[in-house]
């Protein structure tokens, strides 16, 4: 359900007539970026479902060493993907127009909305 919240929320901005590209940045977008982080409820409920299991399978194969590997990776990996998707962002506001932007949003919306059809097909 929350694929599809978010896909029509996503939808739903593109379509309203005050709906602008252009945001004030925040005056400390890390700091942002850490609230966001800790106070998203869905941190939690990630570590305690598909997090404990990377972590049981860790030590089950590596013992506490294991814990290690699968932190170094995964921070990581989130920074990895952070810093491509900033980057991405960064470049592609002065490539896409507004109107482009609108058909990506719309596109990446209807990938959620596949993904949320997927996940209800498999439960």
Known sequence: IG????????IKSILSKNFRT?????????LAGIFLSALNPFFLIWW????????????????ITGILIL??????????????IAGLASKAKNIL???NYKILIF?????????????????
Request: without cysteine; aromatic residues 20%; proline residues 3%.
């Open 48 to 63: 305690l479902t598909i997090g404990i299991i990377l972590i049981t399978e860790s030590i089950e194969l590596w013992g």
């Open 3 to 10: 694929l599809f919240g978010f896909a029509g929320l996503q």
């Open 71 to 84: 932190f170094f990776f995964h921070i990581w990996m989130d920074y990895v993907w952070l810093f491509s």
């Open 97 to 99: 127009s507004t109107n």
């Open 107 to 123: 596109g990446l919306s209807m990938v959620l909305v596949y993904f949320g059809i997927d996940f209800l097909l498999q439960i």
């Open 22 to 30: 252009k945001r004030n940045p925040s005056k400390n977008p890390f």
